[in-house]
């Protein structure tokens, strides 16, 4: 008797911890892990892309300065093609910071649905202990309540 109750409660500690949609939830986060890295470097990008606004702004202030120092055709044309290399370094700054955005957006949601389906799972494992549990006692007690009966039964059988 306390092999098979034994047995019982390993089958529902197995039951229990062990999940049927754990492959949903790996995928989750392994789409979390990629969107991370993806993150990272489009931050990275981001920060290349300030950096070189900075270089090139220093760039064009000292252009200007010289111009204004010399005024000829040569350093306005100076001045001119480091603004547009500016102008052009800012607009890629600015789709990169609101892809950085939306891939931030993206990573969160992910980090959220992740931990939804780990509560989730949490939940479907605890409810599941519980209905065995439950289970396993009404079925003792069935069975405890049949064997009664049937020894009630045989003493009747034996006492006629």
């Given at each position: 008797m306390n092999q098979k109750r034994l047995l019982l409660r390993k089958n529902v500690e197995k039951l229990s911890t062990t999940s049927v949609k754990e492959d949903t939830l790996r995928a989750q986060q392994d789409e979390l892990k990629k969107a991370e890295t993806r993150l990272s470097r489009i931050e990275q990008r981001v920060l290349?892309?300030?950096?070189?606004?900075?270089?090139?702004?220093?760039?064009?202030?000292?252009?200007?300065?010289?111009?204004?120092?010399?005024?000829?055709?040569?350093?306005?044309?100076?001045?001119?093609?480091?603004?547009?290399?500016?102008?052009?370094?800012?607009?890629?700054?600015?789709?990169?910071?609101?892809?950085?955005?939306?891939?931030?957006?993206?990573?969160?949601?992910?980090?959220?649905?992740?931990?939804k389906l780990e509560k989730k799972e949490a939940a479907k494992q605890k409810a599941v202990a519980q209905f065995l549990k439950k289970w396993e006692r009404d079925y003792d007690r069935e069975i405890k309540l049949r064997e009664k009966k049937a020894k009630q039964r045989r003493r009747w059988l034996q006492s006629d």
């Open positions: 290349r892309h300030q950096t070189k606004m900075r270089d090139l702004r220093t760039l064009l202030s000292e252009k200007r300065l010289r111009h204004k120092q010399k005024n000829t055709p040569q350093t306005k044309r100076a001045c001119e093609t480091v603004a547009n290399k500016l102008k052009l370094a800012i607009r890629q700054r600015n789709e990169t910071v609101s892809d950085f955005r939306e891939i931030k957006q993206i990573v969160r949601d992910q980090r959220t649905m992740c931990k």
